[in-house]
């Protein structure tokens, strides 16, 4: 660690997030929601907490300013632990990190009560800067070992597992593999009209087209709804709209959208560009897209699951126009696939980091962020059968009006959570209505 012992300056990235979160008052904290089967007395949940923060050292630094700019700073499991009753429901208690310095708040924070039918939920609150949208998983799984007395580094051993490196300081490779996560680079490309693998009855059913202006092309599930993707709209809550796909239909929109030669985070991003346009009477909006940075430094052995080690690449698009979306979505991919290939680490002073944030927040053009996290079975482990429900929120903060779509897969069920800020109030409707029937599929909440 740079500076004093138990003190590393946060880097590039990690100092944005941090700007980010305390200039748009919470922007960027992801909130996961899980359900666990099986009711868990108080004192074992809270013991489970306290081991949970002795094998994840993250969990326990403060972020403070300095001369320079943003550190952490690494304190004890003790001294980052606060209990918070919940004084609406006794049944219900919440712990906490330690304050942030810089934004005022905790750098985490998970809810426990009881559930319904012998179940417990959780809800675990990361603060942008020691976790990303790729590692969410991996702080929920020491929990669950924690909980359920699997075997793992307490407290003990901590001291020898120090913070992860500082990226700025390592080696990127740029080139090589796309990693913009819209283009689908690197996997079968098909050409042709967009349709769906045989299905159980044996039929061929094509999508992907459409025999006009104006026309929407047909969803890959379309005749699991009857046709109608307009559902009951039980899905959004508190400004967050929630679709929940079964596998089945998660499969066909893979399939669908790997015809049409998109990825599905591709093709949503069009349709909420589109949607967002729409809504707010221009003809481009900004697309931030995340992506992952693990496997683009030399010394990626260094870098541990948990934290923050993501990239931001925006692009212009147009967007609005009728027409096929299929179509406009792999124009749109290779725009964003561009800009990721030609994405570089910028190495700045925390002082223009924090410029940067100012001027990005206080831009008045729409912006839609895509993060698509992937599967997080594997994170889990053998603890993904005990979890029933499971879902995260990329919150989306003040600033510049705009929408955070956050996409994952649970038990190969994908899961669309978006949450906006600054679009009036028809804008949660528009949102659902555009990525129902995009999909068609019906929304349903996660509970919690």
């Given at each position: ?26 922007g ?53 632990l ?32 009881p ?84 299905d159980g ?10 025999s006009?202006?104006?026309e ?12 109608s ?13 929630t ?6 239909e998660?499969r ?34 900004t ?41 406009r ?14 994405w ?22 729409p ?45 190969g ?18 949102a ?7 999909v068609l ?8």
């Amino acid at each position: 660690m740079s500076g004093r012992e138990g003190e590393r300056a946060l880097s590039d990235t990690e100092a944005a997030f941090a700007y980010t979160h305390a200039l748009t008052r919470g922007g960027g904290r992801l909130t996961t929601s899980f359900t666990v089967h099986g009711t868990f007395a108080p004192e074992r949940v809270e013991r489970a907490v306290r081991r949970w923060l002795g094998r994840l050292p993250l969990l326990s630094l403060r972020i403070a300013g300095t001369e320079g700019g943003l550190c952490f700073r690494q304190g004890t499991p003790a001294a980052a632990l606060r209990t918070e009753p919940d004084l609406a429901d006794s049944a219900v208690t919440t712990w906490a990190g330690a304050d942030d310095t810089v934004a005022g708040e905790r750098l985490w924070r998970l809810r426990a009560g009881p559930g319904q039918a012998g179940t417990t939920c959780f809800r675990l609150t990361l603060h942008p800067a020691i976790c990303d949208g790729y590692s969410v998983g991996r702080f929920v799984r020491p929990l669950l070992d924690a909980l359920f007395d699997t075997p793992g580094p307490d407290a003990a051993d901590r001291s020898a597992r120090a913070l992860p490196p500082d990226t700025d300081e390592l080696t990127y490779e740029g080139g090589g593999g796309c990693v913009c996560g819209v283009c689908g680079a690197g996997s079968a490309r098909r050409t042709g009209a967009a349709t769906v693998p045989r299905d159980g009855r044996g039929d061929r059913r094509s999508h992907g087209r459409t025999s006009g202006v104006g026309e929407r092309a047909a969803g890959p599930v379309s005749e699991l709804r009857g046709g109608s993707g307009a559902g009951p709209r039980d899905g959004r809550a508190a400004g967050v709209v929630t679709l929940a796909l079964t596998p089945y239909e998660s499969r066909r929109l893979r399939d669908w959208c790997g015809a049409g030669q998109v990825t599905v985070s591709g093709f949503l991003t069009t349709v909420l560009a589109d949607a967002l346009a729409r809504e707010t009477g221009r003809t481009e909006v900004t697309a931030a897209t995340a992506m992952s940075l693990r496997r683009r430094y030399a010394e990626r052995t260094l870098i541990a699951e948990p934290g923050c080690v993501l990239g931001i690449v925006r692009a212009r698009l147009n967007a609005g126009a009728a027409g096929d979306p299929l179509g406009r979505a792999r124009e749109n991919a290779s725009v964003l696939c561009s800009a990721g290939r030609a994405w570089r680490p910028e190495r700045r002073a925390h002082a223009g980091i924090r410029h940067a944030v100012e001027r990005e927040t206080t831009a008045r053009g729409p912006e839609v962020r895509v993060v698509d996290a992937g599967s997080v079975d594997t994170a889990l482990g053998p603890h993904a059968a005990r979890i029933t429900e499971l879902c995260t929120v990329a919150a989306r903060g003040a600033g510049r009006p705009g929408s955070s779509l956050y996409l994952s897969s649970f038990k190969g069920a994908l899961t669309v959570a978006l949450a906006s800020r600054g679009l009036g109030e028809g804008w949660a409707a528009r949102a659902e209505r555009e990525l129902s029937e995009a999909v068609l599929t019906r929304p349903v909440s996660v509970r919690l």
